[in-house]
């Protein structure tokens, strides 16, 4: 089993950054690619960004791009989400997970999750 354990998020006014992070915990991750995920209430739950094990390959959402980083440090098994330019559209639980497939967007692509972290952007 793994367990995934989200922390970083709060509330924060538009234009802010917030750094979310995922601690892995339990058997081993190696070669999944990780993945964050955000739910706005009344919202289906929309991919944000993936990052491949090695950490050279990302894939993220267009809403997204240019303005948040995903990356990841295997030796703390832990995944990052640095959002800046934080708008307030953004505000949603964000939630990791593991892909064992790949830097897929597709919530069925993802085996383990995390139970979230809120984010709240005020105008």
């Known amino acids: 089993q793994v367990q995934l354990v989200e922390s970083g998020g709060g509330l924060v006014q538009a234009g802010g950054s917030l750094r979310l992070s995922c601690a892995a915990s339990?058997?081993?991750?190696?070669?999944?690619?990780m993945g964050w995920f955000r739910q706005a209430p009344g919202k289906e739950r929309e991919f944000v960004a993936a990052?491949?094990?090695?950490?050279?390959?990302?894939n993220y959402a267009a809403s997204v791009k240019g303005r948040f980083t995903i990356s990841r440090n295997n030796t703390k098994n832990t995944t990052y989400l640095q959002m800046n330019s934080l708008k307030p559209e953004d505000t949603a639980v964000y939630y990791c997970?593991?892909?064992?497939?790949?830097?897929?967007?597709?919530?069925?692509?993802?085996?383990?999750w995390g139970q979230g972290t809120q984010v709240t952007v005020s105008s």
């Open positions: 990052v491949s094990w090695g950490a050279g390959n990302t």
């Open positions: 997970a593991s892909n064992p497939r790949g830097l897929g967007s597709r919530r069925y692509e993802y085996d383990y």
């Open positions: 339990g058997r081993t991750l190696r070669s999944y690619a």
